[in-house]
T-cell receptor, first 115, second 114 residues
Framework: NAGVTQTPKFRVLKTGQSMTLLCAQD?????MYWYRQDPGMGLRLIHY???????AKGEVPDGYNVSRLKKQNFLLGLESAAPSQTSVYFC??????????????FGPGTRLTVL | GESVGLHLPTLSVQEGDNSIINCAYS??????FIWYKQESGKGPQFIID?????DKRQGQRVTVLLNKTVKHLSLQIAATQPGDSAVYFC?????????????FGTGTKLQVIP
């Protein structure tokens, strides 16, 4: 199993450009998440999905959109990139079992720089 | 408000010594806590968890202690090895209507001195 994969690994954008980050998981997990990680701060949840066709806002959703058309894929879109969106983006997935710990499996991250 | 934080941003330990990484939390309603390890250039990786009704849990070379009275969590690593060098995050999980809301701390960097 590849686990959680993310593409691309690195990207540089100019202010105002758009792009889509792709996350894929092969563990048949129901839950998927997008986080951003900034220096001196913990992971902050952008959006999440509890199943195919569903999405929900996390802690810092502004400027991002997501889609979960297939269970194994979770896409994060930046409509009009801003320098404040320079960050490392992590995707994660989990299979929440009732009364059990929700261990999240993370991808390797995408380092995005917006100039 | 809710917060999960760490007392020390960087911890340096000698190889072979024990490491203790601390975490404070403020939400007494948390269901459980997880420690994650993040190596340079990689995503976080699950280490160990502890439910809120437990005081202690042991894994392989790691022990997590939970003190609900003072809302404190610690991760102890026995016989620290160079491969333990990483950033360690604590995270608190709260059941939010079928979704596990996770709040991550800012992280502690563990440096192992050979």
């Amino acid at each position: 199993n590849a686990g959680v994969t993310q593409t691309p690994k690195f990207r540089v954008l100019k202010t105002g450009q758009s792009m889509t980050l792709l996350c894929a998981q092969d563990m048949n997990h129901e839950y998927m998440y997008w986080y951003r990680q900034d220096p001196g701060m913990g992971l902050r949840l952008i959006h999440y999905s509890v199943g195919e066709g569903t999405t929900a806002k996390g802690e810092v959703p502004d400027g991002y959109n997501v889609s979960r058309l297939k269970k194994q894929n979770f896409l994060l879109g930046l409509e009009s990139a801003a320098p404040s969106q320079t960050s490392v983006y992590f995707c994660a997935s989990s299979y929440l079992k009732l009364a059990q710990v929700d261990e999240q499996f993370f991808g390797p991250g995408t380092r995005l720089t917006v100039l | 408000g809710e917060s999960v934080g760490l007392h020390l941003p960087t911890l340096s330990v000698q190889e072979g010594d024990n490491s203790i990484i601390n975490c404070a939390y403020s939400n007494s309603a948390s269901d459980y806590f997880i420690w994650y390890k993040q190596e340079s250039g990689k995503g976080p990786q699950f280490i160990i968890d502890i439910r809120s009704n437990m005081d202690k849990r042991q894994g392989q070379r790691v022990t997590v202690l939970l003190n609900k009275t003072v809302k404190h969590l610690s991760l102890q690593i026995a016989a620290t090895q160079p491969g333990d060098s990483a950033v360690y995050f604590c995270a608190e999980n709260i059941d939010s209507g079928g979704y596990q809301k996770v709040t991550f701390g800012t992280g502690t960097k563990l440096q192992v001195i050979p």
